[in-house]
């Protein structure tokens, strides 16, 4: 059974930071090139941030860039995303998926996706 669980998730002050991980299972991680998608109430989902499974290429929204920093840890079966500098515009439920190719944003290429978690950036 593949499995993809976010946590880390909640309620933070503008400019604080937040972890996310996505703990995964029942598939090679090594093999599967890793997103982080958001979406907020009314709004289409958007991709956040990719991580490639062979050169370790990531990708950002042009927005996230230099804030947030995606990285895996494969023995540990594990992703992350740090998120540094929140703002309340990144308020959005995060998820992360897995596909096996290095993919960007494009969501069809994604096949597992987790149930996501909530981030909230407010004061």
């Known amino acids: 059974q593949v499995q993809l669980v976010e946590s880390g998730g909640g309620l933070v002050q503008p400019g604080g930071s937040l972890r996310l991980s996505c703990a995964t299972s029942?598939?090679?991680?090594?093999?599967?090139?890793i997103g982080w998608f958001r979406q907020a109430p009314g709004k289409e989902r958007e991709g956040v941030s990719c991580?490639?499974?062979?050169?370790?290429?990531?990708y950002y929204k042009n927005s996230v860039s230099g804030r947030f920093t995606i990285s895996r840890d494969n023995a540990k079966n594990t992703v992350y995303l740090q998120m540094n500098s929140l703002k309340p515009e990144d308020t959005a439920v995060y998820y992360c998926?897995?596909?096996?190719?290095?993919?960007?944003?494009?969501?069809?290429?994604?096949?597992?996706w987790g149930q996501g978690t909530q981030v909230t950036v407010s004061s």
């Open positions: 998926a897995a596909g096996p190719y290095f993919s960007r944003f494009e969501l069809q290429e994604y096949d597992y």
């Open positions: 029942g598939f090679s991680l090594d093999s599967y090139a």
């Open positions: 991580i490639d499974n062979h050169d370790m290429t990531t």
